[in-house]
């Protein structure tokens, strides 16, 4: 009896709550953003925005610099900082490295963000034809972009191609030549439908010109590996020439012009990373040092703010010391200053007192006390032996190569960044530039001179000489077919870009990382054929399903 | 829900539950749960043939099984939702709107099924009472967020990732061991519990999810890393050499036996999950003085120290735990040779790991009474003085030996899953109290 009615009890509880409405327990997206506002006209466009986003994580901050200027001919380590591995190959570069998992997934983030606008561009509503046309192709570009990117450094990659909608484990590595024939496709459909200028009314989006710099570099690289064409360096000169003549691009006239931080919207500038004095808009997705900003500024300082009569501040930087320049750099490279003004103009020589009194000197051992008014120059590097009589008459310390260390070295001053507001602030302002028509000019003499057109070759390079010359040098920097050789131009790319994150995709594409990395940074003697390679982060193979991502050899 | 209650001679006992829940956080088809339970009790004191053993008190046997949902997870799951990304074009800003979570329209309740069986005793007139309980806990449909390769575009997606199963014993047991005429009281209480926790079956059944970090066999919060086995002794610099290091850094065990290490050579570390704990409380009093401490303990664990993550570089350059470092006059096993030119030291990972067994003194309270007669002098009803320290001593190796902090002080962080000691946790601190009590 009881039993019967607790039966009946129980059965009439829960008769109550199924019947209970099946609307109230809907979701609806309220305190977030769903999915399909990327279907409206403003999703559409902010979709293209967020595209763009990704890029910052590699322009601009230490993650880039890292892959990109560390462990070269060039650059080598200074005395602070972390990811040593990348300056010395040594044990330190591990699969489980954070800048390679940060880099991979924010790239492959960008890279979904571009497949989803390509593939719902279709079905979006309210978006003209032209305008869709137009953001696709920015959305190819980028593509295309962060997969070059992300193929130079780890090679085979999981070329993914429709916008990831549900949740997969299945992952693979493409061949090269699968990836370099996406990359050429999507870069050539780019071209097709970007603006035919060289920069957007919004400055900074991609124009034709920005796709062909892009296809320039990518042909460029793939000449020189396993996927090569026999039409490669034409390919890549061809592109090159359109850039050179078809758009409004010019060099400046002064070297040091290009790096002002004033004028940084200059005819030279290819495509830019866009960066703002508002941080509210500088904020970069991963990556950046403070959260965003261009970082440059921080990492080719030397340790000045220690020394007698100077105390840190905004006009010389938060010298981070990452990345000293090598003795080959400095000797070799920027050897010649008589005719050529880059060393000058790419290193800061000249310290003045910010923090004047008496002070023991530390490196200069001619003197033993030094004393400074505000204004007089503190610290000089004359970039000779200058002999310890000379030294002694001098006011100041002179920093001479004998005791360059770590710690004190000319310092790289091309991307100073005077507009932050204040001395430790790292979130600089300044647009990084990815390429500029000097690289350009360059890449072209690249490939006539692969092609056997010496002459070609001869004119590209002293187009940029004579603009690099001390002022009545220009006759003196030209250099004739037969000093145009290949080592000639590996030195004249560094003398002209040193440090603006190409060296070490410049040594790969050549295949000589190794030999001039030993040759010419002793500390990183452990560099070897596997480093062509970056690991894959450890978190790709392990996340994918048992066994179907493979680590790159030797890690 | 439904509940019903039937009791009959006060020696048998049944309660019968049953709840249906429905949650906005699930799939279309999967938004509802059901969730039964059933407990049953026998009070075996009531029964006639124990009238005679007078020895027992109380004697009751229970026994259960219920299910209970889980729906704790963050809403919008099932869906995809985008992230705010910042850009510029010029000096103009470009916020945008990316993928930023994947949905998963398949997720359903979590429901853990509870077994247990206990039996509550007291015997000698309360001299010695207590309970006793076997426990099984089986959890299907697991809520948990489960990584995904990054070349998707995701981190991770929120899923039903598995079965697991926690199995174990709890005991707990007050006595009084002396009461005698004089007024000396002792009391005890003792607590034991043991748990084992274990993975079942995962999503694609008993295969091993190493980017999760989930074993089957093991608990889902498994360290699984690098180990090391010593540092490179200075007679060891070729075998250094050969794998790629050199003496006075962390020699790591080659599990494959291929002579270099790789990703391949990481093994199970540990867990997060004590293997027993206890506690033991004893009480004295005696002419008006009252003592009393508390010691726990827990045993087996193992910690992931962020201490020995963050402040741990040997470079020279930061802040740093003290630790025994290897030089060529002190050739320790414990920590690799400081070097200037690193972040940390190489498989510096091999060293967050601890044993997070310990002791703790948790408390010690002493007292004194005054008698009513000093009390009333005062005019007051009661006057007592004590004095009582908390947390007086920990012994626990991470903490004596490894500068760690309180072993106890792991937390999980809900995005990466892991349990770690942090490196921003306050140390455990020791609180000594005097005062006087008095009640008008």
Redesign the interface.
């Given at each position: 009896m009881k039993i019967n009615k607790i039966k009946g009890l129980a059965l009439g509880g829960m008769l109550l709550l199924s019947t209970s409405c099946q609307d109230l327990l809907k979701e609806t997206v309220i305190s977030n953003i769903g999915n399909d506002y990327m279907n409206t006209a403003k999703g559409f466009e902010d979709a293209t925005k967020a595209a763009y986003s990704s890029l910052r994580t590699f322009y601009g901050t230490q993650l880039g610099l890292t892959f990109t200027e560390y462990g070269t001919d060039i650059y080598a380590t200074g005395a602070d900082g972390g990811y040593k591995g990348f300056h010395f190959y040594d044990t330190q570069i591990q699969p489980t490295v954070d800048y390679l998992a940060i880099l991979w997934d924010e790239l492959y983030k960008g890279i979904n963000t571009c497949n989803a606008i390509i593939g719902r561009a279709a079905t979006v509503q309210g978006v003209s034809d032209a305008t869709k046309k137009l953001r696709v192709a920015e959305a190819k570009f980028l593509r295309a972009h962060y997969y070059y990117i992300l193929h130079q450094q780890f090679g085979p990659l999981d070329l993914r191609l429709t916008e990831t909608t549900g949740p997969t484990k299945e992952t693979k590595r493409n061949t090269d030549a699968e990836i370099y024939a996406q990359i050429i496709k999507d870069c050539n459909e780019a071209i097709a439908d970007l603006e035919n200028k060289a920069h957007s009314s919004d400055y900074g989006r991609a124009t034709k010109a920005s796709a062909e710099a892009l296809l320039a570099k990518v042909y460029l690289a793939k000449a020189y590996g396993s996927s090569k064409a026999a039409d490669d360096f034409q390919k890549a000169a061809d592109l090159c020439t359109n850039l050179i003549t078809k758009y409004s691009f010019k060099l400046l006239d002064d070297f040091a012009a290009v790096h002002n931080e004033d004028n940084q919207q200059n005819s030279e500038v290819v495509f830019a990373v866009q960066y703002t004095t508002d941080q509210i808009t500088n904020v970069t997705n991963a990556g950046g040092e403070g959260g965003g900003g261009n970082n440059l500024h921080l990492y080719f300082g030397m340790q000045y703010d220690t020394q007698a009569g100077m105390v840190r501040d905004v006009f010389y930087g938060r010298p981070f010391k990452r990345l000293r320049p090598t003795s080959y750099c400095l000797n070799t490279v920027f050897g010649e200053r008589v005719n050529d003004s880059r060393y000058k103009k790419s290193f800061r020589d000249t310290w003045k007192s910010n923090s004047p009194g008496t002070f023991n000197t530390s490196f200069d051992d001619s003197k033993a006390k030094v004393t400074f008014a505000s204004g007089d120059t503190t610290i000089f590097i004359p970039g000779y032996e200058m002999s310890k009589e000379e030294r002694a008459t001098k006011k100041y310390q002179v920093l001479v190569p004998s005791k360059y260390n770590e710690a004190l070295f000319p310092t790289l001053q091309k991307f100073f960044d005077t507009k932050r507001s204040d001395r430790t602030e790292p979130r600089g302002s300044r647009d990084y530039f990815v390429w500029r028509l000097a690289d350009i000019y360059l890449m072209r003499a690249e490939a006539n001179l692969q092609m056997g057109k010496k002459a070609e070759a001869t004119a590209d390079i002293n187009v940029v000489r004579e603009r690099a010359a001390w002022p009545g040098k220009k006759e003196a920097m030209r250099i004739t077919e037969d000093q145009m050789t290949f080592d000639f131009l590996i030195e004249e790319r560094a003398r002209e870009l040193a440090g603006e994150q190409m060296r070490w995709l410049d040594l790969k594409r050549w295949g000589l990382l190794v030999d001039r990395v030993k040759k010419y940074n002793p500390q990183a003697s452990a560099v070897a054929d596997k480093h062509y390679l970056r690991p894959i982060p450890q978190t790709q193979i392990d996340r994918s399903a048992p066994g179907v991502f493979a680590q790159n050899p030797g890690y | 829900?439904?509940?019903?209650n039937?009791s009959f001679n006060d020696k048998y006992l049944l309660t019968?539950t049953?709840?249906?829940d429905?949650?906005?956080?699930f799939g279309e088809n999967t938004?509802y749960g059901n969730f039964p339970g059933i407990a049953v009790g026998w009070n075996i004191t009531n029964e006639s043939f124990m009238k005679g053993v007078v020895f027992i008190d109380m004697l009751k046997l229970r026994a259960g099984w219920g299910k209970v949902g889980n729906q704790g997870v963050a809403?919008?799951q099932?869906?995809?939702?985008?992230g705010?990304?910042?850009?510029?074009?010029?000096?103009?800003?470009?916020?945008?709107?990316?993928?930023n979570t994947?949905?998963?329209a398949d997720l359903k309740w979590e429901s853990s099924a509870n077994a247990n069986i206990g039996l509550d005793f007291s015997i000698y007139r309360g001299r010695v009472q207590g309970s006793l309980e076997f426990y099984e806990t089986n959890t299907k449909d697991l809520l948990l967020s489960?990584?995904?390769?990054?070349?998707?575009?995701?981190?991770a997606?929120t899923?039903n990732v598995g079965h697991t199963r926690n199995k174990g014993i709890e005991l707990g047991v007050t006595t009084v061991n002396v009461n005698s005429k004089n007024g000396f009281k002792w009391t005890t209480d003792f607590q034991f519990t043991k748990n084992k926790e274990e993975i079942v079956e995962l999503y694609n059944g008993k295969?091993d999810d190493?980017?999760?970090r989930w074993f089957i066999g093991y608990p889902l919060n498994t360290y699984y890393d690098f180990k090391k086995i010593g540092i490179w002794q200075t007679n060891e610099a070729d075998q250094a050499k050969a794998f790629?290091?050199e003496v006075g850094q962390i020699k790591i065990q080659d599990t494959n036996g291929d002579n270099k290490?790789?990703?391949a050579d990481r093994v199970i570390i540990g867990n997060d999950v004590p293997k027993w704990a206890g506690g033991l409380t004893n009480r004295f009093e005696y002419a008006g003085f009252d003592l009393s401490f508390f010691l726990y303990g827990r045993f087996g664990n193992t910690i992931l120290s962020g201490f020995h993550r963050n402040q741990l570089q040997l470079a020279g350059?930061y802040q740093q735990i003290k630790v025994d470092y290897w030089t060529p006059n002190n050739p320790t096993n414990e920590f690799p040779r400081p070097k200037?030119?690193?972040?940390?030291p190489?498989?510096n990972?091999s060293l967050f790991y601890y044993d997070g067994s310990f002791i703790k003194l948790r408390n010690i309270n002493f007292g004194y009474t005054f008698s009513g007669r000093v009390a009333k002098k005062i005019g007051a009803e009661s006057v007592r003085l004590y004095s009582s320290i908390q947390q007086p001593k920990i012994w626990s190796s991470y903490l004596s030996k490894y500068n760690g902090v309180d072993p106890e002080a792991a937390i999980t962080n809900s995005a990466t899953g892991l349990t770690a000691v942090t490196s921003d946790v306050t140390p455990s601190t020791t609180v000594t109290t005097f005062g006087l009590n008095i009640k008008f």
């Open positions: - | 829900m439904g509940r019903a039937y019968l049953m709840r249906r429905g949650s906005s956080r938004k809403p919008y099932t869906q995809g939702l985008l705010r990304t910042t850009y510029a074009f010029g000096a103009t800003g470009a916020f945008g709107y990316r993928p994947i949905g998963n489960d990584f995904l390769p990054g070349s998707t575009g995701f981190n997606v899923r295969v190493v980017g999760n790629g290091s290490i790789t990703a350059r200037s030119n690193q972040e940390f190489v498989y990972s």
